[in-house]
């Protein structure tokens, strides 16, 4: 029996500012996982908060959240990309390619390795993020998409009437 998982990606700050997205896009493919979801995402304090809230008690807590904000970045690079891939063993194929958290670690020829770096305060550059597990994909591709952004119904979903303000095109 097939185990079709689905998996969410972030391109970090770091990544795009090297020009990397192509790169990293070609390396996933690699998976022949499906995309079902993207976007360029300006990541706020409340989203970048909840993404990482098991390392709330770390020292390093704010760092992260600084970064996956592109605050060390310059303004111009205050953008991730998201995306969900879908497929056979989707979490495992991702996390094989992107190669260990820490890029000084990470084999040469994974993402991590070849374009990660740690930086001289001691934050880890790795210009990916990608999810451990399927319970913390749900969680997180549930964050980070809502259901009309993905192309399959990947989720249980529900309808709901609700009066909302949004922008429009002029």
């Known amino acids: 029996m097939k185990n079709i998982q689905q998996t969410l990606v972030i391109i970090k700050p770091d990544g795009l500012k090297k020009s990397l997205t192509g790169n990293i896009l070609t390396r996933l493919s690699e998976t022949k996982l499906r995309i079902v979801g993207v976007k360029v995402v300006r990541v706020s304090k409340e989203l970048a908060e909840k993404h990482y809230a098991h390392l709330k008690d770390k020292p390093f807590f704010e760092d ?34 992107a190669g260990t958290t820490n890029p000084e670690e990470a084999e040469p020829t994974s993402i991590r390795g070849q374009y990660g770096r740690l930086t001289t305060c001691g934050l880890f550059e790795n210009v990916v993020h990608c999810s451990a597990n399927a319970p913390e994909a749900e969680h997180e591709i549930k964050l980070w998409f809502d259901p009309d952004e993905i192309v399959d119904e990947i989720y249980p979903v529900k309808e709901i009437d609700e009066k909302v303000k949004r922008r429009v095109w002029a």
């Open 64 to 97: 992260v959240i600084k970064y996956i904000r592109g605050e060390l970045h310059g303004t111009k690079y205050r953008r991730v990309m998201a995306i969900v891939y879908d497929g056979e063993n989707a979490i495992e194929k991702v996390r094989e390619l």
